[in-house]
Structure formats: C-alpha cells, structure tokens
C-alpha cells in the first residue's frame, strides 16, 4: 500500500497520508459519518480539532460560497493536510487569518 492516496467520499476528494489512523479511517470509508454536523449548517459552522477536513469540508460544501466555515486543527502537520484538501476541493482558504495552533510536545 502507498503512503498517500487520493479518494472521493461523500462527494469531497481528500489526499490522505495512511500513515496517520484518522486518514486510514477515511481511506477504507469506516469514518463516523454519521456525527458530521453538515445538516445544520445553512451559512456559516465551526468545527473544532478539525483533523484533515473529514467534516470541515462537508460543512464547506454545505454552505458554499456565500458561507465560512471556521475549522481548527491543533497538529500543525495534520493543519497541512486539512489546507491540501482544501485546495484540492478548491475551497478558499483565508491562511492569513486562519493558523495552526502548535503543540510543542508532539513532533511533526
């Protein structure tokens, strides 16, 4: 199996690094689907601990592009991947605005 590989899940691509288990989860379709807020969200949503964008994105697509979404991812690497998906789904990401909160005790 490769490290990295881009799919389609509920209508969102997501380039995933397999190395890390909440990507694997999104590689083999057995992520939490089902706890996604996307179905209240009309203009504007947060999601917290935002991870590579499993549920930011579908809020994004939810509200389009009259709305935002506000996510925050505190791993800068995993930070990375939820921007990379953003731009893959070419979702407009305001990077000045938005920065990775940093936890110094977890590596890179």
């Not at 509920?10 to 379709?29: A, H, K, T």
């Not at 992520?31 to 994004?60: H, I, K, V």
């Amino acid at each position: 199996m490769q490290r990295e590989e881009t799919v389609d899940r509920e209508g969102i691509r997501y380039q995933l690094d397999l190395r890390d288990d909440v990507q694997r989860e999104l590689y083999f379709n057995y992520y939490e689907w089902g706890r996604c807020p996307s179905s209240a969200c009309s203009y504007a949503g947060t999601c917290l601990d935002a991870n590579n964008g499993a549920f930011a994105l579908q809020m994004a697509r939810k509200v389009g592009k009259s709305g935002t979404v506000h996510a925050f991812e505190p791993d800068q690497y995993v930070f990375s991947r939820l921007l990379q998906n953003c731009r893959l789904n070419h979702f407009v990401i305001f990077e000045d605005f938005v920065k990775p909160l940093i936890n110094a005790n977890y590596p890179p």
